[in-house]
């Protein structure tokens, strides 16, 4: 029985583990900004649990280890270098190395002026999204499609509550806030299909909240496009 | 022998509760301390069953449990009752308890205050619980973000149960933090110089002062989002200038330095356990104050890192992000000056240590996982998902609780006399360690799978479900080790072993009262020299009992301790506190009602309760300081070889409660004055009317009369100092005059100004902060009436200077609040 | 200099001057941003983070100096007035640090986007 559930659920841990069959998984990209943010991640997970074990080790060789009597001098040096290695060296070097990845990855996700971008509205209400695109009027609800390889500007508004915009494999979330526009910077590399959800809870329906985003190759975009003015 | 019991039992007589139903009427800090702590507990389970509740519902997929309302209505009630009914309060309770007896006095500065806050905490949460029961409990998230909260889309008494509630029992928390402000500050043992002090009093004053600044931006807030729901005063508004991104703002203002407010003393628990079972003095005690005071500061810039997902201009998300990274520095400095403190010491591996590794182990993974999320980019893909809801478990459960269950082992045989037993305990201890983690360690993976936060069921097959499944386990394998742990704190209040004297040969004074303590603490007051004083003089306990120490005369019958200076603690003055009565309880019922009577929108109602509170506590104050009930001038004080009274001065605790308190209100006015400020330049539809609907000349006017009556009050008070008590009631009655005249022009201008408070936000602002001038200005104006009569029978003379010094801050702040008001509201939008 | 003495604000001073900084700061970009938004190619040589940087120095400088101050004053002192100066120095020596770390993000990031 035991054995059983063991042989059954292992092949689903193993998966979710490399957190490559998800339809809303961060670590399963599908475009720059969420590759990004997959190797930020990973980075940041092995020196994170580097620095986990080694202070746990740390104090349990203090702990443990045999008593020594120490003078107050060698008490104040053992303490200063501790302190002073421990306690400021290593957060300053591991935040500087995060910075040093970070802010880069950051900077690249922003919505530079780009004329080449698509944009997009995407107008959230309870518990829907309505979104358009101006330059071609088109109009869809719980989907987005949007070209390979070009960088699309969403820009998000909301019609009652606070919700959040968020396709995990492409990307980041933004906010869509009553009275604001904001604008995120997205891009597919790879065409299939996607999941987005509401992240910020908007009442009683949030978890039922989603959307799904088509990246079609740059020529069935066009195509696409083309297919929809016509049916106007 | 025979004439030592008698001072026993003398003292006792002063000290003790009264019996029976007295005890309501208790204000001593032993007792209300542990009702803190145990009223905390069981809003910590209540909170714990919720969470059962969440987790159930979340075990399988599609799961159709619980109802999406009712799963909303527990998950806010969870992080509600956690952070503000159960973390909060029992923390603070742990404080009370300690502190007075770690610094070597008898009891808090100012105990009826102890007691109004207790009651307030206790009837708030009893309030927001009813809520629960009664089916329409706050269901719009821990963080009650508008609009989801606002009238529209809460329409049911939800946010208001949460918005009164809270505010309520914040009263509670903010009156602790005052309180144990001053008594750190003003009460330490003669000779315990701040050097000298525990270092858990570093961070119980560090926690102190950031409740202190800390909670009124949220009470700031709470009460602009009721006065939006209740009376339609737009300030979140965006159609009508208002912003829902400004209770955000407010929100976390609050909201981060909670955080810290919560780790601060809990790392003061670890910072106590640490050497006593180390069997050496802490190691980098100047680095833990360093680490202390930076804490408390920084931990106030990083509110943002909360909200990057708003769409803030990228480098204000940068500031953010830097100081959030800032202050992984003193914790990882007070991480390795514990380790140090081992390394150097002979550690005993006891129960409580245990406790401490598990919190190493837990909170460092978490304050690794914090420094991820303060970068930003990662942070844009995390946000809101069960990532973050594992952080902060990983936070709070590992930085408050495992610690404070470590104290509670350490501290028990101070609570019962008997020592705790290793064996439940290891089993408790085992069962919550790997439950916890069971429950939230490979949470982190569900979130990087994009399981987004408080949604209420999920699909198959997305990933999520195994994991799921293993955090509902886990759950219930830590509940059952909390029931463990609460089994084996009642058993051994039973059956375990007596304790001897200072158990765990501690340093700290709190062993010296012997265990359990009496309601007086320290028969007589002990000096300091050093900061280890039971390891640097075993025999303390003896002579303190023996009464060979400081203030040991009890035959007047009040209850006394030594005030000493701030920072030296050289010895400056007897404080004479009030003693066991009903009025906290009684103010803290009709403030109860009025918080009721608004739930239920009865407005008259509301106003004679009001009137009844507002009576009750002028009542308290009347019979409070100098009053001949408190200490009437006597010969004898003048014959014993004490420093004087402190009604009998002009700086005493008062002095300080007050400048605390105003600090408070300070703050309060500084989210006040940042609310306008924001809704003006941020709020994409804010804007100024050209005209404005205040009168600036009868404003200007209404300015002279109370400047005038700051003036002659103060020169008042100078006088005073110098000796000179001529003229003192016609002198208040000059003040209360001219105040009188102030407090008429104001109510002149209010009443005869034309603002639209539903229309626009501005306007609303504005009526807040001309309510906001009124509050103080009749305060200040009542009370200085009250002070001519004291003055008419004896209560402040020559003799008894202390009141007027007391409130001569109050009226400064009035004066300051109005002219900035006056510049910053009405000027300013005119001249730019 | 004579701006570090005995005071017990020397416990906190480098920590309060940094959040004022820190609010001026925060403030004071929010407040550009709404008001004369520049052209993001400019990178971070525009109006608003020259100014801001140009403040962020001289409070480091000031943060810094007052630093020196106290770590010659605690050098001077008698022993039991060292605990508040060694307090003091490390506060506006970190303090200073503080808004070398965060400031730093002036020279690095583009604001308003």
Redesign the interface.
């Known amino acids: 029985m035991f054995k059983q559930a063991v042989k059954l659920a292992s092949p689903a841990v193993a998966i979710s583990l490399l957190g490559c069959n998800g339809h809303y998984s961060i670590l399963d990209p599908a475009g720059p900004n969420a590759q990004k943010v997959m190797w930020l991640w990973w980075g940041m997970f092995i020196v994170a649990s580097i620095v986990l074990l080694g202070v746990c080790a740390v104090w349990w060789y203090a702990m443990k280890k045999p008593h020594k009597d120490y003078t107050a001098k060698e008490v104040r040096g053992l303490t200063n270098r501790l302190v002073i290695v421990g306690g400021i060296g290593l957060p300053v070097v591991c935040i500087a190395a995060l910075l040093g990845f970070g802010i880069p990855a950051g900077h690249s996700m922003l919505p530079w002026p780009n004329e080449q971008t698509i944009k997009i509205n995407v107008h959230a209400k309870q518990w829907l999204w309505e979104v358009s695109y101006p330059a071609h009027r088109i109009q869809l609800q719980d989907k987005v499609i949007l070209p390979a390889g070009i960088p699309v500007d969403i820009q998000v508004t909301s019609e009652d509550v606070i919700h959040s915009f968020w396709v995990p494999r492409l990307g980041g979330k933004i906010d869509a806030i009553p009275g604001r526009t904001n604008v995120l910077r997205l891009q597919g590399d790879k065409p299939g299909v996607y999941g987005g959800q509401c992240a910020e809870y908007c009442g009683f329906a949030h978890a039922k909240m989603k959307f799904e985003v088509t990246v079609l190759p740059e020529q069935e975009f066009t195509q696409w496009l083309a297919a929809q003015q016509r049916e106007k | 022998m025979n004439n030592d019991l008698s001072l026993h039992a003398q003292f006792a007589k002063v000290w003790d509760n009264l019996p029976g139903w007295g005890q309501l009427a208790a204000v001593n800090h032993t007792s209300i301390s542990r009702r803190f702590m145990l009223t905390g507990t069981v809003f910590f389970i209540i909170g714990g069953v919720l969470a059962m509740l969440i987790r159930s519902q979340l075990a399988l997929p599609d799961q159709q449990l619980i109802s999406p309302a009712l799963y909303a209505q527990l998950f806010t009630m969870h992080g509600t009752v956690m952070m503000f009914l159960f973390a909060i309060p029992i923390l603070e309770g742990a404080a009370m308890y300690l502190i007075p007896k770690m610094i070597g006095t008898r009891d808090l500065v100012f105990p009826r205050l102890s007691a109004l806050g207790y009651y307030c905490y206790l009837f708030g949460g009893m309030i927001i619980m009813a809520s629960l029961f009664l089916g329409v409990a706050p269901d719009s998230g821990w963080f009650m973000y508008t609009p989801l909260s606002s009238a529209e889309f809460s329409a049911g008494p939800g946010s208001d149960f949460w918005l009164l509630g809270i505010t309520f029992v914040e009263i509670s928390a903010v009156s602790a933090g005052v309180e144990l402000t001053v008594s750190i500050l003003r009460t330490r043992a003669p000779g315990m110089s701040l050097s000298k002090m525990p270092i858990f009093c570093w961070y119980i004053l560090a926690m102190a002062l950031m409740i202190v600044f800390g909670f009124p931006p949220l009470i700031l807030a709470s009460i602009l989002l009721e006065l939006e729901r209740a009376a339609g005063m737009p300030f979140f508004d965006p159609s009508a200038g208002g912003d829902p991104i400004l209770w955000q703002h407010l929100f976390w203002l609050f909201g981060h330095p909670e955080v810290y407010i919560i780790f601060l003393p809990a790392a003061g628990i670890v910072s106590t356990i640490i050497p006593v079972f180390a069997g050496r003095p802490l190691v980098g005690y100047r680095w833990i104050v360093l680490a202390i005071i930076t804490m408390g500061f920084v931990s106030f810039g990083l509110w943002v890192h909360h909200m990057f997902t708003v769409g803030i201009p990228q480098l204000a998300q940068a500031f953010f992000s830097l100081a959030s990274m800032l202050v992984a520095i003193p914790t990882a400095i007070q991480i390795f000056a514990w380790i140090a403190t081992l390394w150097t010491g002979r550690v005993r591996f006891e129960l409580p240590m245990l406790w401490m590794f598990g919190f190493l182990f837990i909170f460092v993974c978490g304050g690794l996982t914090g420094v991820m999320l303060a970068l930003v980019p990662f942070d844009w893909q995390v946000h809101d998902t069960h990532f973050v809801v594992a952080h902060f478990h990983y936070v709070l459960i590992g930085g408050m609780l495992f610690p404070l269950i470590g104290g509670l082992y350490y501290w028990l045989p101070h609570l019962s006399g008997r020592m705790p037993s290793m064996h439940m305990g290891k089993w408790a201890f085992w069962l919550i360690f790997i439950g916890f983690n069971a429950t939230f360690l490979m949470m982190h993976l569900t979130g990087l799978l994009g399981m987004p936060r408080r949604v209420v069921t999920y699909e198959a097959g997305l990933g999520w479900d195994w994991l799921n499944m293993l955090s509902s386990f886990g759950s219930f394998i830590m509940a059952s080790g909390f029931g463990m742990l609460i089994l084996d704190v009642v058993l051994h209040f039973r059956y375990g072993q007596k304790a001897p004297f200072n158990p765990w040969q501690a340093d700290t004074l709190e062993w010296a009262t012997g265990t359990p303590p009496t309601s007086y603490n320290f028969l007589s007051l002990p000096t300091v020299s050093t900061r280890h004083p039971l390891w640097d003089k075993p025999d303390l306990q003896a002579t303190i009992r023996d009464g060979a120490e400081g203030l040991k005369s009890i035959g007047h019958g009040r209850r006394e301790l030594y005030g000493t200076e701030a920072v030296t603690a050289q010895l400056r003055e007897v404080i004479h506190l009030p003693t066991h009565s009903w009025l906290p309880l009684i103010s803290a019922l009709f403030l109860a009602a009025l918080c009721i009577s608004l739930l239920s929108r009865a407005y008259a109602i509301a106003l004679g309760v009001a009137v009844l509170a507002t009576v009750s506590l002028f009542r308290w104050g009347w019979v409070n300081g100098a009053h001949k009930v408190i200490a009437p001038l006597t010969e004898q004080e003048h014959q014993r070889d004490e420093p004087p009274l402190h009604s009998r001065t002009m700086n005493g605790p008062g002095l300080w409660g007050m400048v605390v308190t105003l600090l408070s209100d300070g703050s309060l006015y500084l989210s006040l004055l940042f609310g306008w400020l924001y809704l003006w330049t941020v709020a994409p539809g804010g804007k100024v009317p050209d005209v404005s609907s205040i009168s600036i000349s009868m404003m200007m006017l209404s300015g002279v009369f109370l400047t005038i009556a700051v003036f002659v009050y103060r020169r008042m008070v100078r006088s005073l100092r110098v000796g000179s008590a001529n003229n003192l009631p016609s002198k208040l009655i000059c003040v209360f005059s001219f105040g009188g005249l102030h407090l008429l022009t104001l109510i002149y201008v209010v009443v005869t100004s034309d603002l639209a408070i539903t229309d626009n936000a501005h306007d609303a602002t504005l009526f807040v902060m001309l309510m906001f001038l009124l509050f103080h200005s009749s305060i200040a104006v009542v009370t200085s009436g009250l002070q001519t009569l004291r003055a008419h029978k004896g209560y402040i003379s020559q003799l008894l200077p202390y009141e007027p010094a007391v409130f001569s801050p109050f009226w400064l702040f009035t004066l300051a609040i109005f002219w900035l008001s006056f510049g910053s509201f009405l000027i300013l939008p005119l001249v730019w | 200099m004579k701006q570090v003495n005995h005071h017990?604000w020397h416990?906190?001073g480098g920590?309060?001057i940094?959040?004022i900084w820190?609010v001026v700061?925060?403030?004071g970009?929010?407040?550009a941003?709404?008001i004369n938004p520049p052209?993001?190619?400019e990178g971070v040589f525009n109006w608003?983070?020259i100014s801001l940087a140009c403040f962020t120095l001289v409070v480091i400088v000031f943060l810094s100096g007052c630093a020196l101050k106290s770590w010659k004053l605690q050098q001077e002192a008698i022993p039991q007035a060292k605990?508040?100066l060694?307090?003091a120095t490390?506060?506006y020596a970190?303090a200073t640090f503080?808004t070398l770390?965060?400031g730093?993000?002036?020279l690095?990031?583009?604001?308003?986007?």
């Not at chain 3, 690095?108 to 986007?113: A, E, I, R, S």
């Open positions: 017990p416990y906190i920590w309060v940094w959040a820190f700061v925060y403030g970009l929010s407040i941003c709404q052209n993001p190619d608003i983070n605990f508040p060694q307090i490390a506060i970190f503080g770390l965060v730093g993000a002036i690095m990031v583009t604001p308003c986007l």
